[in-house]
């Protein structure tokens, strides 16, 4: 049995929460300073165990001042005032979920110590509880609807220090979380997506990469729950929870094949083996030993076969957790001979430990004994199958060990912002003005303006269904403005052509609508205003001049010039001196017009 739930986090398009500071990302940088962060004990006296292992880290912070940075996200000054748009967001968002919105707002510290926050925690708060949207497979329960602050931005990594940017940090954010529900990939995907269309639909949300962040939990059965954190492809889904079931599963499988072997715990038994490698072809080991590293290896008796084959990669997890201290990896026996460590190298290590599995790590002195604890703490918990934690999401699907998944430890209340009350003015004012459901809206467009429904959904999820609708309400041709925004815009930016201000439609759907030009001049049209003529210009330079009566004239001569044409192909002529006429009407006249004049004249020239 599979169990699959979702943690979906928004930024919002407001101020941050806390401040009067702008909600957008920065270039410019003013100033810095640094921090260093530890772990402390909770208000119930325990330390959090992802906290205590960020502090294992032992990295300084580099924060970066930004135009949009002010005392608050510097953790100089206690936090403004509660930005009550962003509120009345989160509570629209709550109700379009079905939610039961909470009588009083109270902000918690969430203890957060990666750096990503310069207090070392992050606040949120409880807005809505026992939420429930439709699917195609059923009902799916939100259990919370929280509001809390964006983390600051991470810029750089580099060897025991990480610098962030601090534009980022104070966005209001929305964290959304479903049951465990879900049992596969595309099941997570609808909801992700259907999710993501209730908050673009408040129009204040923020669009683009980065700005709305999937948090999957998984367990199966035997299993234990991981969260994979922060995927932003929605279509990447179904992959990441494909890979976590094989791995859980694989994981589960090793467990079983420890315990059949006799495998009860793997004991801290490092042994210096750096004499063994002075004169080593392994580039590796050789530049470590050139800087003054040292080489350990600690053996894992039982663990032969399950480190690395076909079927199973426990090394990966290994790996994953000296990764967490500094280390780029480990090497074990699994996979040795290679990188250049010689089966002699091998042999000699043997005689030296007595056991045939073990793995190597080249390290600086100062960490391999916590390295190695590391190490010895994941082969251990292999015995147990699945364990909690949080895992990072790779490019190919799979994921990487981040830390252990946090504990009640780390909330605790927050002194700094007073109870926020919800009054029934506020709730009956947001019911009575809540957007129209997506699928309502998707519904109306097919209906009234005669959309294709993969037309209609394709505006939305771009965000273009606004201007849609105020573009339709000035020319009433929608077919016309949905091409123009799914495919004129599109192609014109393939070529070079971009409308930076999507207003100046307004006014370019204006003069087509008194019929000064074709639709078949848009585009030409937006290209001179990308090229930076005013809409005043571009239209004038394509708008038609041609009276009905100049129109057929030139018809008329068209026909004539092309008369042995005619000749030849009678009816079929038609055609060609569309093209003719197109070539030269493009833009200026309607085409239909054109089609309906040409086709009237050729007639009569015919029956001559």
Not at 14 to 21: A, W
Not at 54 to 69: A, G, S, V
Not at 97 to 105: P, Q, R, S, T
Request: contains cysteine; negative net charge.
């Amino acid at each position: 049995m599979v169990k699959v739930g979702l943690e979906i986090h928004q930024q919002l398009a407001t101020k941050k929460l806390f401040c009067d500071c702008e909600s957008d990302m920065k270039e410019e940088v003013l100033g810095e300073f640094r921090r260093y962060l530890r772990a402390t004990r909770s208000e119930i006296g325990e330390v959090d165990r992802a906290a205590k292992e960020e502090e294992l880290k032992k990295r300084i912070f580099r924060y970066q001042i930004t135009p949009n940075t002010c005392l608050v996200e510097m953790d100089e000054e206690p936090p403004h005032p509660l930005n009550t748009e962003a509120l009345k967001v989160a509570l629209t968002v709550a109700e379009m979920m079905n939610a039961e919105v909470v009588d009083e707002i109270h902000f918690m510290r969430k203890i957060v110590i990666d750096g990503s926050n310069t207090s070392g925690f992050q606040r949120t708060a409880l807005v809505a509880l026992n939420g429930y949207i439709e699917t195609s497979f059923g009902e799916v329960g939100i259990p919370t609807i929280c509001l809390e602050e964006e983390a600051a931005r991470k810029i750089e990594t580099k060897e025991g220090e990480v610098i962030y940017r601090l534009d980022r940090l104070g966005i209001p954010l929305i964290e959304i979380a479903t049951t465990p529900s879900m049992s596969n990939g595309e099941e997570v995907k609808e909801v992700a997506a259907k999710i993501g269309y209730i908050l673009r639909s408040t129009k204040k949300v923020r669009r683009g990469l980065g700005t709305i962040r999937q948090d999957l939990n998984i367990s199966v059965e035997g299993g234990a729950r991981t969260e994979i954190k922060g995927v932003q492809n929605l279509k990447m889904l179904p992959k990441y929870v494909d890979e976590e079931i094989k791995r859980q599963k694989m994981l589960i499988e090793i467990a079983r094949i420890l315990r059949d072997r006799g495998v009860r715990e793997v004991k801290v038994q490092p042994i210096n083996v750096t004499e063994v490698f002075r004169e080593t072809k392994s580039k590796i080991i050789k530049n470590a030993i050139k800087r003054n590293w040292v080489v350990y290896a600690q053996p894992l008796p039982g663990f032969q076969g399950v480190l690395k084959s076909e079927k199973y990669r426990l090394g990966k997890e290994l790996a994953s957790y000296v990764k967490t201290v500094g280390l780029r990896g480990i090497f074990h026996t699994d996979e040795l001979p290679a990188y250049g460590i010689t089966e002699e190298e091998l042999r000699k290590i043997r005689s030296i430990l007595g056991e045939d599995v073990f793995v190597l790590i080249a390290s600086p002195k100062n960490i391999v004994d916590i390295a190695i604890e590391r190490i010895v703490l994941r082969a251990n918990l292999a015995l147990e199958g699945v364990v909690e934690e949080t895992r990072a999401p790779l490019p190919d699907g799979t994921t990487e060990y981040m830390r252990p998944l946090p504990g009640a430890a780390r909330m605790y209340p927050e002194t700094d912002i007073p109870p926020v009350r919800i009054s029934a003015e506020m709730l009956e004012k947001i019911r009575a003005n809540l957007p129209e459901m997506p699928e309502e809206k998707i519904k109306r467009m097919v209906s009234e303006d005669g959309l294709a429904e993969q037309v209609a959904w394709q505006l939305f999820r771009d965000g273009l269904d606004e201007i849609y609708e105020e573009l339709v309400e000035i020319c009433r041709s929608p077919k016309i403005v949905a091409r123009t925004l799914i495919n004129t815009l599109s192609e014109l930016e393939d070529e070079g052509y971009i409308i930076g201000d999507l207003s100046v439609l307004r006014r370019v759907f204006e003069e087509f609508a008194k019929g000064k030009f074709a639709k078949e001049g848009i585009p030409e049209i937006l290209k001179d205003i990308a090229q930076g003529k005013s809409v005043e210009e571009a239209i004038r330079t394509h708008s038609s001049q041609i009276s009905d009566e100049k129109l057929r004239s030139r018809i008329k001569e068209v026909i004539e010039s092309h008369r042995d044409l005619i000749e030849e192909r009678g009816e079929r002529a038609f055609s060609p001196l569309m093209g003719i006429l197109m070539k030269e009407f493009r833009g200026k006249v309607d085409g239909k017009k054109i089609s309906s004049l040409l086709k009237e004249e050729l007639s009569k020239y015919l029956g001559d």
